[in-house]
Protein backbone atom coordinates (compact mmCIF):
# COMPACT_ATOMS: atom_id res chain seq x y z
CA UNK A 1 0.00 0.00 0.00
CA UNK A 2 1.19 3.40 -0.59
CA UNK A 3 2.16 5.88 1.56
CA UNK A 4 0.22 9.03 2.63
CA UNK A 5 1.73 12.69 3.88
CA UNK A 6 -0.73 14.55 6.17
CA UNK A 7 -0.08 17.83 8.00
CA UNK A 8 1.00 16.83 11.97
CA UNK A 9 -0.71 19.89 13.10
CA UNK A 10 -4.01 22.01 12.81
CA UNK A 11 -5.15 24.68 14.77
CA UNK A 12 -8.69 25.67 14.30
CA UNK A 13 -11.31 27.74 16.06
CA UNK A 14 -15.20 26.82 17.14
CA UNK A 15 -17.55 27.33 14.30
CA UNK A 16 -14.69 27.68 11.60
CA UNK A 17 -14.08 24.93 8.70
CA UNK A 18 -11.34 22.77 8.81
CA UNK A 19 -9.83 21.39 5.39
CA UNK A 20 -6.78 18.58 5.85
CA UNK A 21 -5.27 17.88 2.81
CA UNK A 22 -3.69 14.32 2.08
CA UNK A 23 -0.58 13.61 -0.55
CA UNK A 24 -1.00 9.91 -1.80
CA UNK A 25 1.26 10.15 -5.45
CA UNK A 26 1.89 6.69 -5.36
CA UNK A 27 -1.88 5.33 -4.95
CA UNK A 28 -2.82 2.79 -7.17
CA UNK A 29 -5.62 2.27 -9.02
CA UNK A 30 -7.23 -0.10 -7.17
CA UNK A 31 -7.10 1.99 -4.01
CA UNK A 32 -9.42 3.80 -1.94
CA UNK A 33 -9.03 6.94 0.38
CA UNK A 34 -10.19 6.66 3.79
CA UNK A 35 -10.40 9.10 6.53
CA UNK A 36 -10.79 8.10 10.37
CA UNK A 37 -10.72 10.04 13.46
CA UNK A 38 -9.29 8.85 16.76
CA UNK A 39 -10.15 10.56 20.29
CA UNK A 40 -7.94 9.84 23.16
CA UNK A 41 -8.20 6.18 24.54
CA UNK A 42 -10.72 5.37 21.95
CA UNK A 43 -10.24 3.41 18.86
CA UNK A 44 -10.18 5.03 15.58
CA UNK A 45 -13.36 5.84 13.43
CA UNK A 46 -14.60 5.96 10.28
CA UNK A 47 -15.20 9.29 9.00
CA UNK A 48 -15.76 9.14 5.16
CA UNK A 49 -13.85 7.11 2.26
CA UNK A 50 -13.82 7.96 -1.42
CA UNK A 51 -12.26 6.91 -4.91
CA UNK A 52 -12.94 9.98 -6.93
CA UNK A 53 -15.04 13.24 -7.21
CA UNK A 54 -16.47 14.03 -3.91
CA UNK A 55 -18.24 12.29 -1.52
CA UNK A 56 -20.10 13.82 1.32
CA UNK A 57 -22.07 12.21 4.32
CA UNK A 58 -23.43 13.94 7.67
CA UNK A 59 -19.92 14.17 8.82
CA UNK A 60 -17.91 15.53 6.34
CA UNK A 61 -16.73 15.99 2.51
CA UNK A 62 -14.05 14.25 1.20
CA UNK A 63 -12.49 16.06 -2.22
CA UNK A 64 -10.69 14.26 -4.94
CA UNK A 65 -9.38 15.67 -7.98
CA UNK A 66 -8.90 13.81 -11.19
CA UNK A 67 -5.27 12.52 -10.75
CA UNK A 68 -6.38 11.43 -7.25
CA UNK A 69 -2.55 11.85 -5.98
CA UNK A 70 -3.93 14.01 -2.89
CA UNK A 71 -7.63 14.82 -1.36
CA UNK A 72 -9.02 16.69 1.10
CA UNK A 73 -11.25 16.23 3.86
CA UNK A 74 -12.94 18.67 5.11
CA UNK A 75 -14.69 19.37 8.37
CA UNK A 76 -17.75 22.33 8.05
CA UNK A 77 -18.04 24.02 11.14
CA UNK A 78 -16.11 22.41 13.46
CA UNK A 79 -16.90 21.90 17.47
CA UNK A 80 -14.39 21.66 20.83
CA UNK A 81 -15.57 18.13 20.06
CA UNK A 82 -14.06 17.70 16.78
CA UNK A 83 -10.63 17.66 18.22
CA UNK A 84 -9.23 14.78 17.83
CA UNK A 85 -6.20 12.90 14.94
CA UNK A 86 -7.39 12.55 11.58
CA UNK A 87 -5.61 9.71 9.89
CA UNK A 88 -5.32 9.63 5.71
CA UNK A 89 -5.19 6.01 4.70
CA UNK A 90 -5.22 4.21 0.92
CA UNK A 91 -7.02 1.09 1.43
CA UNK A 92 -7.16 -1.87 -0.95
CA UNK A 93 -10.15 -4.84 -1.38
CA UNK A 94 -9.56 -6.52 1.51
CA UNK A 95 -9.72 -3.47 3.91
CA UNK A 96 -5.86 -3.91 5.46
CA UNK A 97 -4.97 -0.42 6.89
CA UNK A 98 -1.72 1.44 6.63
CA UNK A 99 -1.80 4.28 9.38
CA UNK A 100 0.37 7.20 9.30
CA UNK A 101 0.97 9.41 11.74
CA UNK A 102 -2.22 11.04 11.35
CA UNK A 103 -2.99 15.30 11.42
CA UNK A 104 -3.69 16.49 15.68
CA UNK A 105 -6.73 18.79 15.07
CA UNK A 106 -7.17 21.17 17.94
CA UNK A 107 -10.56 23.09 18.41
CA UNK A 108 -10.58 26.22 20.83
CA UNK A 109 -13.38 28.38 22.01
CA UNK B 1 -26.59 -2.82 18.99
CA UNK B 2 -23.11 -3.77 20.28
CA UNK B 3 -19.74 -2.97 18.72
CA UNK B 4 -16.32 -4.27 19.03
CA UNK B 5 -15.63 -5.12 22.32
CA UNK B 6 -12.13 -5.99 23.68
CA UNK B 7 -10.49 -7.67 27.62
CA UNK B 8 -9.42 -6.29 29.56
CA UNK B 9 -9.27 -2.87 28.92
CA UNK B 10 -5.88 -2.39 30.98
CA UNK B 11 -3.52 -5.18 31.51
CA UNK B 12 -0.39 -4.75 33.41
CA UNK B 13 2.50 -7.47 33.44
CA UNK B 14 6.03 -8.41 34.49
CA UNK B 15 8.51 -8.25 31.84
CA UNK B 16 8.42 -12.27 31.16
CA UNK B 17 4.61 -13.49 31.75
CA UNK B 18 2.62 -14.26 28.59
CA UNK B 19 -0.72 -11.84 28.09
CA UNK B 20 -4.05 -13.17 26.29
CA UNK B 21 -6.05 -10.43 25.03
CA UNK B 22 -9.44 -11.05 23.81
CA UNK B 23 -11.87 -9.80 21.31
CA UNK B 24 -15.32 -9.94 20.55
CA UNK B 25 -16.11 -8.35 16.94
CA UNK B 26 -19.72 -7.43 15.58
CA UNK B 27 -21.81 -10.55 15.30
CA UNK B 28 -21.67 -11.80 11.52
CA UNK B 29 -18.67 -10.18 10.77
CA UNK B 30 -16.04 -11.89 8.79
CA UNK B 31 -12.65 -10.13 8.90
CA UNK B 32 -11.11 -9.65 11.80
CA UNK B 33 -8.14 -7.15 12.27
CA UNK B 34 -5.51 -6.52 15.06
CA UNK B 35 -3.43 -3.71 15.26
CA UNK B 36 -0.64 -2.52 17.74
CA UNK B 37 -0.74 1.12 18.81
CA UNK B 38 2.65 3.40 20.48
CA UNK B 39 2.10 6.06 22.28
CA UNK B 40 1.84 8.63 19.75
CA UNK B 41 1.56 6.85 16.99
CA UNK B 42 -0.67 5.39 14.48
CA UNK B 43 -2.01 2.04 14.64
CA UNK B 44 0.50 -0.65 13.00
CA UNK B 45 -0.94 -3.36 11.11
CA UNK B 46 -0.40 -7.03 12.93
CA UNK B 47 -2.45 -9.77 11.47
CA UNK B 48 -5.62 -10.41 9.39
CA UNK B 49 -8.56 -13.03 9.78
CA UNK B 50 -11.35 -14.08 7.37
CA UNK B 51 -13.43 -16.29 9.41
CA UNK B 52 -10.96 -18.46 11.29
CA UNK B 53 -8.60 -18.28 8.50
CA UNK B 54 -5.47 -16.18 9.18
CA UNK B 55 -4.73 -14.90 6.02
CA UNK B 56 -2.24 -12.22 6.85
CA UNK B 57 0.42 -12.59 9.79
CA UNK B 58 2.59 -10.15 8.72
CA UNK B 59 2.99 -7.72 10.53
CA UNK B 60 3.57 -9.74 13.79
CA UNK B 61 6.69 -8.37 15.02
CA UNK B 62 7.68 -11.52 16.57
CA UNK B 63 7.22 -15.28 17.11
CA UNK B 64 6.25 -14.74 20.66
CA UNK B 65 3.35 -12.57 18.81
CA UNK B 66 0.23 -15.60 18.15
CA UNK B 67 -3.31 -15.22 16.98
CA UNK B 68 -6.13 -17.15 16.71
CA UNK B 69 -9.83 -17.43 15.58
CA UNK B 70 -10.81 -20.81 15.99
CA UNK B 71 -14.73 -20.60 15.09
CA UNK B 72 -14.67 -17.52 13.47
CA UNK B 73 -15.83 -15.07 15.73
CA UNK B 74 -14.00 -14.20 19.44
CA UNK B 75 -10.25 -13.80 18.49
CA UNK B 76 -7.52 -14.15 20.90
CA UNK B 77 -4.07 -12.47 20.66
CA UNK B 78 -1.56 -14.25 22.54
CA UNK B 79 1.92 -12.54 23.43
CA UNK B 80 4.73 -15.30 25.54
CA UNK B 81 7.53 -13.67 27.61
CA UNK B 82 6.55 -10.47 27.43
CA UNK B 83 9.12 -7.57 26.89
CA UNK B 84 9.16 -3.72 27.84
CA UNK B 85 9.11 -2.94 23.87
CA UNK B 86 5.61 -4.55 23.61
CA UNK B 87 3.92 -2.47 26.03
CA UNK B 88 1.23 -0.52 23.35
CA UNK B 89 -2.49 -0.31 22.92
CA UNK B 90 -3.95 -3.24 21.11
CA UNK B 91 -6.72 -2.66 18.68
CA UNK B 92 -8.98 -5.44 17.50
CA UNK B 93 -11.45 -4.38 13.80
CA UNK B 94 -14.08 -6.04 12.45
CA UNK B 95 -15.50 -5.63 9.11
CA UNK B 96 -18.36 -7.47 6.91
CA UNK B 97 -15.80 -8.52 4.43
CA UNK B 98 -17.48 -7.37 1.26
CA UNK B 99 -15.76 -6.20 -1.11
CA UNK B 100 -17.41 -3.14 -1.25
CA UNK B 101 -17.92 -2.13 2.61
CA UNK B 102 -14.25 -1.49 3.10
CA UNK B 103 -15.10 0.64 7.37
CA UNK B 104 -13.32 -1.45 9.61
CA UNK B 105 -14.87 -1.07 13.69
CA UNK B 106 -12.85 -0.71 16.45
CA UNK B 107 -12.66 -1.52 19.73
CA UNK B 108 -11.47 0.25 22.54
CA UNK B 109 -8.05 -1.04 22.48
CA UNK B 110 -6.49 -2.96 25.38
CA UNK B 111 -3.58 -0.93 27.16
CA UNK B 112 -0.96 -3.31 27.59
CA UNK B 113 2.35 -2.05 30.11
CA UNK B 114 4.96 -4.44 30.42
CA UNK B 115 7.01 -3.30 33.76
Known amino acids: LAKTTQPISMDSYEGQEVNITCSHNNIATNDYITWYQQFPSQGPRFIIQGYKTKVTNEVASLFIPADRKSSTLSLPRVSLSDTAVYYCLLTDSWGKLQFGAGTQVVVTP | GAGVSQSPRYKVAKRGQDVALRCDPI?????LFWYQQALGQGPEFLTYFQNEAQLDKSGLPSDRFFAERPEGSVSTLKIQRTQQEDSAVYLC?????????????FGPGTRLTVT
Open chain 2, 27 to 31: SGHVS
Open chain 2, 93 to 105: ASSSGLADILEQY
